[in-house]
């Protein structure tokens, strides 16, 4: 039966443009007493902002340690290789999936418990081939033709304030012709070996 190429669509890189230039005037300050006050008075609110405008120790590991764990698992999606299986009617399956579109997203919250939660977004294409051998099947060079579904993995994690832990995920896939369909991942899911785990996209 022939597959449908759906390729994944070219996502443009945002464009950059110039920060506009601000022209800053030095203030002056009344001579005497009344103006040494203010000179004072300016230099504790100046003072008071940039204590006020640091960014917390916590939201610095929490972006560095989530940026460590995505930049992991988009290493680990680029290793993948097409893998050959039994199939259960005598046949050999070989599958292979496209080069994997990582999206990531860290968001604060209100809680003290978990301050930060954080999401990675995997969207790929799975490609499948048949043989009645295994030789036969290794043998196959995947395409486009090959097409089996597109497949687009959510996984949620959430900060403690020192590490990043897995919360949830789920895998959604669209096969042409039929409906698609959720399924809701575990850890276990996800940290399997194997072609089917995602083990590099977890926190360790």
């Keep these: 039966m022939s597959r449908h190429n759906h390729p994944v669509p070219h996502i443009p890189r945002p464009s950059s443009s110039s920060p506009s230039t601000a022209h800053h005037h030095r203030p002056q300050f009344a001579k005497g007493p009344v103006g040494l006050s203010v000179l004072v008075l300016t230099a504790l609110v100046l003072s008071g902002c940039d204590r006020a405008g640091e960014i917390p120790a916590t939201s610095s590991t929490a972006e560095a340690d989530f940026g460590t764990l995505v930049a992991a698992c988009t290493q680990f999606l680029a290793a993948r290789e097409p893998h050959v299986r039994p ?19 860290i968001n604060r919250t209100e809680s003290p418990v978990t301050p930060y939660v954080g999401k990675i977004v995997i969207k790929d294409n799975e ?33 403690d304030g020192k590490l990043w832990r897995w919360q949830n995920g789920q895998r959604l896939t669209k096969i042409p012709g039929q409906n698609d369909s959720t399924v809701a991942l575990t850890l276990a899911d996800v940290d399997a070996a194997g072609p089917k785990g995602f083990a590099g996209c977890v926190p360790r």
Excluded: M
């Excluded at 999936?97 to 990582?102: F, G, I, R, T």
């Excluded at 048949?130 to 959430?158: C, D, G, V």
């Design 127 to 159: 490609a499948q081939a048949t043989a009645t051998t295994e030789a036969a099947a290794q043998a196959i060079t995947l395409t486009p033709a090959h097409l089996l579904s597109n497949r687009t993995h959510t996984f949620i994690y959430s900060f």
């Design 87 to 105: 199939g259960g009617s005598g046949e050999w399956t070989k599958t292979g999936h496209s080069p994997a579109l990582v999206q990531r997203e």
